[in-house]
């Protein structure tokens, strides 16, 4: 790369890039699944999906914010939004994963991992973190699959329960 050239990814002001408009196929996902920014149209679907994370009281001022902002990624598979991520830029200059929800009749095949990806390649940030609850075997499972580390635990948090913070380095950054 020529001196002075920052490379195509990192995004300018350390603002996140977003994609272009219309569907996007991160490398690797599986058949049928494209990830995109969520679009005014989805947000029903999504706030669904997210109601069964963060509870229906909940979910539409959470889904909304984000969608705002360009920080919440769908994916589709076979024209139907299969599933969500929401994310977060300004969480001590990492990328924060506040959310992901998938389908429960298409779960285990490819849609978080694809989510994932997309968000790994538009995160202005080298260190991604993400979280889930300490008994969520599942997720911790899915968490060590897409090459998280544990990072930490947050305690005391009004839903009662201990959260498991994960980190996976993205990318080298002179910045440490």
């Excluded at 991992?113 to 390649?121: H, Q």
Aim: hydrophobic content about 40%; glycine content about 8%.
């Amino acid at each position: 790369m020529p001196p002075g050239r920052r490379p195509e990814h990192q995004p300018l002001h350390g603002r996140a890039r977003r994609p272009p408009r219309g569907p996007a196929r991160a490398r690797g996902l599986p058949h049928g699944v494209r990830v995109r920014h969520a679009e005014p149209a989805d947000l029903g679907r999504v706030i669904a999906l997210a109601a069964e994370v963060v509870g229906a009281e909940r979910a539409s001022t959470f889904v909304r914010s984000h969608a705002e902002r360009h920080h919440l990624l769908v994916a589709e598979e076979d024209g139907e939004i299969a599933g969500v991520l929401a994310f977060r830029t300004d969480w001590f200059q990492c990328t924060l994963v506040g959310l992901v929800a998938v389908d429960a009749n298409l779960r285990r095949r490819g849609v978080a991992r694809a989510l994932y990806r997309m968000v790994e390649e538009i995160s202005p940030s080298p260190r991604l973190f993400s979280s889930t609850e300490e008994t969520n075997a599942v997720s911790i499972k899915m968490h060590t699959a897409l090459g998280f580390a544990p990072s930490g635990y947050i305690d005391n948090l009004p839903q009662g329960y201990r959260e498991l913070l994960f980190y996976k380095r993205l990318r080298p950054s002179s910045a440490g």
